[in-house]
């Protein structure tokens, strides 16, 4: 099986990490790396493919044009700000021999401050209640068949937010089935502010309230502070301080009233 591993961008310098730890996987199927650039300057990324939108369209965008060229029977997906694993590449072929489609695990480096420590307890709750399957995907860390994913028509440009979520939806409703790997791991980190929180949570809210208002919870995600966070509020405030406590709530309140407002750009 080859494998295609895209990467979207709009240029960070992080992306070149990325790359380099491709570079050093382990056990790792023959496979291509495409990095698509959204709309901005195309990278110095000597001996791997580019393809790139003359202007910026969104993540959802870049990665259908890079799915348009892949050559793998599988297709692997990073964010260019993510560090996977030596054997990311081998769990990730390994798990589709398996199932349709496949979210790994992301661990988040905990820099100072709590809005880094509340996105590492969500990711780390999300890996202590999954299951063998899981009714969602995670762009910045997934592998798909890549007929399948062909089949359903890649991803929905419309969503702004939870684009991987829609898409493990349709997935699912072509009779697809996602696993769990927690050894498909990727590291990190994060650069979070209070706003870019609000608005990321009100927008998933937005698109949580589309998907539900076609009658299917699947892939919606979760709702309360509970299913997010481990714990509900007043005991994530308990646990790791009144700061984090509040930023979960204004989360919460956040996607509330994103779900409230209804899907929309």
């Known amino acids: ?93 390994e798990r589709l021999g398996a199932v349709d489609a496949v979210a790994g695990r992301i661990l988040e480096d905990v820099e100072p401050g709590a809005l880094s420590r509340l996105r590492r307890l969500a990711f780390d709750n999300r890996d202590r209640v999954n299951g063998a399957t899981v009714d969602y995907l995670n762009g910045g860390n997934f592998g798909v068949r890549a007929r399948l994913l062909r089949q359903v028509g890649g991803f929905d440009v419309r969503f ?34 209070l706003a870019g929180l609000l608005r990321g949570r009100y927008r998933a809210g937005k698109a949580a309230a589309t998907m539900a208002a076609a009658g299917d919870l699947t892939s919606v995600g979760p709702r309360s502070a509970r299913e997010t966070y481990g714990a509900n509020l007043a005991v994530l405030a308990l646990r790791h301080g009144p700061l984090i406590g ?19 750009s």
Do not use: C
Request: aromatic letters at 4%.
């Open 1 to 93: 099986m080859r494998v295609s591993v895209v990467i979207p961008t709009t240029g960070r310098i992080s992306l070149r990490a990325t790359l380099d730890a491709l570079g050093r996987q382990e056990q790792a199927p023959p496979f291509e790396v495409i990095v698509a650039v959204d709309g901005g300057p195309v990278p110095d990324v000597a001996g791997i493919e580019v393809v790139r939108l003359p202007e910026r369209r969104g993540v959802s965008a870049a990665r259908n044009a890079a799915v348009e060229r892949a050559q793998g029977d599988l297709i692997g997906f990073l964010d260019d700000d993510v560090l996977p694993g030596p054997r990311w590449l081998a769990v990730l072929t």
């Open 160 to 193: 702004v937010k939870s684009q991987d979520r829609e898409l493990a939806r349709r997935l699912i409703g072509a009779g697809g089935t996602i696993g769990y790997a927690a050894g498909m791991v990727v590291r990190h980190r994060g650069a979070y502010d």
């Open 246 to 264: 509040a930023y979960a709530a204004l989360s919460m309140a956040a996607h509330r009233m994103g779900r409230r407002a209804g899907y929309g």
